[in-house]
């Protein structure tokens, strides 16, 4: 009768604990030690939208020009002459901004950038449209910014039509990419950091009357000359009723790529050696040592390894080459790349089998869009199934993924002579070694005419699509409560802690020894993460802890590129226990590409914050439901993130809480 007097005593406190427990403590560290903070995803799509069929003033708008610069004015300076530009403060001129704001040409300013280095990109393109053209109302222009070794403060600029010399654009620094944290910002609305400019080089006149302005001027440059020659404000139209500009981060896409023996109806029956895959950039003039272009048509190869790979079906040494630029760089080239070599339902590396199938996934950008893979037909002495020798590009010309068959063909590496398929002694089956056939007297890489690879071989790639998915999590024990806590989708590193490594003093402590997620969540959102904090059960009014037969509940919205969901609740009976994900999170795509369904409760597990000394659970004077305040106990001596092993008995993972993910099915 004592022991259940105290369980509902204890049920009774915890309905009167607030959101969070106690106060929170925000705590930011001097430095962002988040493993997901610092990555270089510094990509980002930017999308400039003509709402002006709203406004008192429809138009059409021009053309324009983006730059990166650290430093304030890369394209203007508000109040200095427009030809004026301030870089390392050495003043430069250019006539670059009056042709844009006047004639809507960007390609002088992009000219001037471009001589002194500065990155930069002309957009001129409407989304949907086959060539370039003005953005006409309800039409978008949309452009991709690669900040991830530039200088992360982006400018741009575009003419407003109807006028003499107007533009709309950024101030003269910019909009900064990089959130207060060091990570890239999540993107969102931007449209209230524009602004509507006075180029000062050309005489007003009434807006959309003109007879010097674009729609109805003879030529270029012909009005008279504004007696203030300075960048300026206008006041006119807002910006708000003419354009609508939104930044997003450019996520990668990934694909899963199928490889399918397809040979058992064939005139050659035939297994396939393992291969490799590169994600890479337009190969068209960079086929060089170091480029991740596997060969060339009509090339003798690079000794890159493709001998290896056609002869013997050794990827190795091509993957090799590719990994490390030629061996030219101890950093991997960028892009991905990868070894394909066990087929689906087998334990370990081997053949691809008649029927048999390899799978891999692929990660790509619209900045690096081409995809090549080869592996070896096994029946030759050096021939190979491949893509094109540029690869297939993976997005079309509005940058989306995509999907369906993917052509391949078969080569010959001009690397070993030929003999009859499927009977020569220097083949890969009947061979005595590697490479012991004689050389090919034509050594350059060619397409084999007498035989078609789509009886071989079927390659089909299929882009991941984002998802919302529903995260419930429910307590399922008799008297144990659950504090608030957190919830985060992120890619694949560590945002919460690292297993085995010290607290980051970010928030985690005051979430695991106080039950108050607010610190932590408020310095993820500092890191450009999208957190969530749950504190309010199903039902309820107002939030409080997960009681027993309570359930916290909210969607989340992955992308296959980021494709963890990391989450952390305190676990109430104790001095800084929390119920969470693994360091890196549960991966809600499986290896296959398969969307993770259902419970999800096999991957929490019971962590000790390593922040203060535990004390039996439930009866420490220093836990939240009896001590006087937060951050009352003593320091844990292992002052390490790591599974609970403290002596003292807990229930099982499963006997305490249920997590569900159920993908919601779009609209």
């Known amino acids: 009768m004592i022991r259940l007097y105290k369980v509902l005593a204890v049920l009774a406190i915890a309905a009167l604990i607030p959101v969070g427990l106690l106060p929170a403590v925000p705590v930011l560290a001097a430095e962002p030690l988040n493993a997901c903070a610092n990555r270089e995803d510094f990509r980002f799509v930017v999308t400039i939208t003509n709402v002006s069929d709203q406004s008192d003033t429809p138009t059409p708008f021009a053309p324009g020009v983006w730059a990166l610069s650290d430093k304030p004015g890369p394209l203007f300076v508000p109040g200095a002459h427009p030809g004026i530009l301030f870089w390392d403060f050495d003043p430069i001129k250019t006539p670059g901004l009056e042709d844009l704001a006047e004639d809507g040409n960007p390609g002088v300013v992009a000219a001037t950038l471009a001589e002194h280095g500065v990155k930069h990109g002309v957009f001129n393109r409407p989304v949907g449209a086959e060539r370039p053209g003005p953005l006409l109302p309800g039409a978008s222009y949309s452009f991709i910014v690669d900040a991830g070794s530039a200088p992360r403060n982006l400018t741009f600029a575009l003419m407003f039509v109807q006028s003499n010399d107007w ?89 899963d790529v199928t490889v399918e023996n397809t040979s058992g109806s064939a005139m050659v029956t035939t297994p396939f050696a393992p291969g490799v895959f590169a994600v890479h950039t337009d ?160 050594n350059t890489v060619r397409l084999v005419d007498d035989m078609d690879a789509d009886e071989l071989v079927a390659v089909t790639i299929t882009p991941r699509q984002a998802r919302h998915f529903q995260v419930s999590v429910t307590n399922v024990s008799v008297d144990k409560p659950i504090a608030p806590g957190v919830v985060i989708p992120h890619c694949v590193c560590d945002p919460l802690f690292t297993d085995g490594q010290p607290d980051r003093g970010q928030g985690l402590e005051s979430l695991a020894e106080d039950g108050d997620p607010s610190g932590l969540a408020e310095v993820l959102a500092l890191q450009a993460l999208p957190v969530q904090v749950l504190n309010t059960p199903v039902g309820a009014d107002a939030p409080g802890p997960l009681l027993p037969g309570q359930t916290y509940q909210t969607t989340v919205f992955l992308e296959p590129a980021e494709p963890n969901l990391s989450l952390a609740f305190m676990y109430v009976l104790s001095n ?70 403290d002596g003292y008995d807990y229930p099982a993972v499963a006997d305490l809480i249920a997590v569900i993910v159920t993908p919601i099915d779009p609209e």
Request: avoid cysteine; charged fraction near 20%; aromatic fraction near 8%.
């Open 283 to 442: 190969p068209a003039t960079t086929y060089m040592e170091g480029h991740p272009q596997l060969f060339k048509e009509g090339q003798p190869n690079l000794y890159n390894g493709l001998e290896a790979l056609a002869e013997d079906g050794n990827p190795d040494p091509l993957y090799e080459f590719i990994s490390t630029g030629g061996g030219m760089s101890d950093e991997p080239v960028a892009g991905s790349y990868g070894v394909f070599n066990t087929p689906v339902g087998a334990d370990a590396p081997g053949p691809l089998l008649p029927g048999e199938s390899y799978h891999f996934t692929v990660r790509a950008n619209p900045l690096a869009p081409h995809l090549s893979l080869a592996f070896m037909f096994v029946q030759s002495n050096d021939w190979f199934l491949a893509t094109a020798d540029d690869g297939m590009v993976l997005f079309d010309i509005d940058g989306n993924p995509v999907s369906g068959s993917v052509p391949v063909y078969l080569w010959d590496a001009g690397t070993e002579e030929d003999e009859p398929v499927g009977e020569g002694p220097n083949q890969a089956p009947r061979q005595s070694g590697a490479n012991t056939g004689p050389e090919d007297d034509d």
């Open 167 to 255: 533009f709309i654009g950024t101030d003269e620094v910019g909009i900064s990419l990089e959130s207060p944290m060091g990570g890239a910002i999540l993107g969102g609305d931007i449209t209230d950091q524009l602004y509507l400019w006075d180029a000062g080089t050309e005489e007003d006149e009434p807006v959309g009357e003109g007879s010097n302005q674009a729609p109805r001027q003879s030529g270029a440059n012909t009005g008279p000359e504004d007696d203030d020659n300075t960048v300026r404000l206008v006041e006119g139209p807002s910006v708000s009723d003419l354009v609508s500009v939104s930044i997003r981060r450019a996520f990668d896409t990934v694909f």
């Open 576 to 645: 800084d226990l929390f119920l969470g994900s693994p360091a890196g999170g549960i991966p809600l795509w499986d290896e296959l590409g398969n969307l993770v369904l259902g419970d999800v409760t096999s991957s929490v597990y019971l962590w000790d914050a390593g922040t203060e000394h535990n004390q039996p659970p439930g009866k420490g004077d220093n836990q939240p439901l009896m001590q006087d305040a937060p951050d009352m106990g003593d320091a844990d001596m292992d002052n390490t993130v790591r599974l609970v092993n």
